[in-house]
């Protein structure tokens, strides 16, 4: 099984068709301003990995 750091799944793509399905629920990004967006987004994107490892069955 390859690590989440190396899948080639795992693309900016994925993340952004993520952030989508999130906002048309109804979640939204904060609006306090592209640093605080930036730091969210990069917490997303280690929860990201861990879901799809889990998803898959994979354990560190």
Do not use: N
Not at 3 to 17: G, M, Q, V
Not at 20 to 43: F, I, T
Request: aromatic share 4%.
């Amino acid at each position: 099984m390859s690590s989440s750091t190396t899948d080639l799944r795992f693309t900016p793509l994925l993340a952004a068709e993520v952030q989508a399905v999130l906002e048309k629920h109804g979640y939204r990004l904060p609006s306090d301003g592209e640093h605080v967006r930036a730091l969210v987004l990069a917490r997303v994107d280690v929860v990201l990995r861990s879901l799809v490892e889990i998803f898959e069955g994979r354990t560190r």
